[in-house]
């Protein structure tokens, strides 16, 4: 099936419950910045949201336009999957994105995979139309880790035969053809490199997918992923690395928040308050709390 011929645009998001505003977010911007006739699918990866919380997504968005599919986490990642354990704070559900082929529906041959903390200022169907010739993704080169050899790229570059300045790639936005993927084994390929050196996987999977697709990746134009820090008057996505915009310590672009919160608003969030870091450090404890009682059945959502 070619893109000319695909009634709609597929996009994939992972997302825990602390982070379900952000997704809300990222989703509505998506949403009102489409201007074609194509539908949009939104494969939503679903770690342990609450239902109530995805009532207020699903309340938000345009049916006639919009379809949301939720995904239990637990469910996306094969039974038999080994997956390296490093040393770092960040969840397992981060290497949900390289098992997409696993839980998409088997017609869609193209995703779209994005971060929850982005918000997207363009029509996403540029983006889905992009060209990826004979390669498998589509990314932006990093806005801070430049080139390969840079610190916390691909440290050990020379034992893959990759050159010193390749580029790297921020795996936070992703298009991927399904088919050339499965073809050529990424996932297998990408988790055995981080099992392999996983002290050298400073970004978990973002180091694999630059070390095994670093000839199979075609770099989109760098406004398609600017970080928050960033200056540019009009990105076509803006992504909240660092401190998220819904605390009140966000020390990044003043213009860029305000960007947020004003999709934030077109949401079941739309009388949200910045938190403290208190309200932060609380939540992801209640949230590491309900997951253990989801666990044993003692949970109530």
């Known amino acids: 099936m070619s893109m000319q011929e695909s009634k709609s645009i597929a996009i994939v998001c992972v997302c825990d419950n602390h982070y379900a505003i952000l997704l809300a977010a990222a989703i509505k911007s998506v ?3 489409h201007h074609t006739d194509e539908k949009l699918e939104f494969f939503l990866v679903e770690d342990s949201i609450s239902e109530k919380n995805k009532l207020r997504i699903s309340d938000s968005i345009n049916t006639e336009t919009t379809t949301i599919h939720w995904i239990p986490a637990a469910e996306c990642i094969p039974k038999d999957a080994s997956l390296p ?9 981060v290497y949900i994105r390289l098992f997409v082929q696993h839980f998409i529906p088997k017609h869609i041959k193209r995703i779209i995979y994005l971060d929850v903390d982005m918000i997207m200022l363009e029509d996403v169907s540029k983006l889905w139309h992009t060209d990826l010739g004979d390669n498998i993704v589509a990314a932006v080169q990093d806005q801070f880790i430049q080139i390969v050899s840079r610190w916390g790229g691909v440290s050990n570059y020379e034992h893959f035969g990759i050159a010193a300045d390749n580029m790297y790639f921020n795996s936070g ?12 084994d990424i996932t297998k390929k990408v ?9 050298l996987a400073l970004y978990q999977d973002q180091y694999g997918l630059n070390a095994v697709l670093y000839k199979d ?13 960033s200056e540019e008057e009009r990105p076509f996505i803006i992504h909240f690395t660092g401190r998220k915009p819904i605390y009140k310590s966000y020390e990044y672009s003043e213009k860029y928040r305000k960007i947020f919160y004003t999709y934030l608003a077109m949401t079941g969030w739309k009388n949200f308050k910045p938190i403290g870091e ?4 609380f939540k992801k404890i209640n949230n590491l709390l309900e997951k253990v009682l989801k666990k044993i059945g003692l949970s109530k959502k």
């Open 173 to 184: 936005l992703m298009i991927i053809d399904i088919e050339k993927w499965e073809k050529s």
């Open 31 to 33: 949403e009102t910045n």
């Open 85 to 93: 354990v490093d040393r770092s704070s960040a969840p397992l559900n």
């Open 191 to 199: 988790i055995a490199c981080i099992a392999e050196f996983t002290d």
């Open 217 to 229: 990746w075609f770099p989109l134009n760098p406004l398609w992923n600017r970080f928050a820090y």
């Open 278 to 281: 208190t309200s932060r450090y």
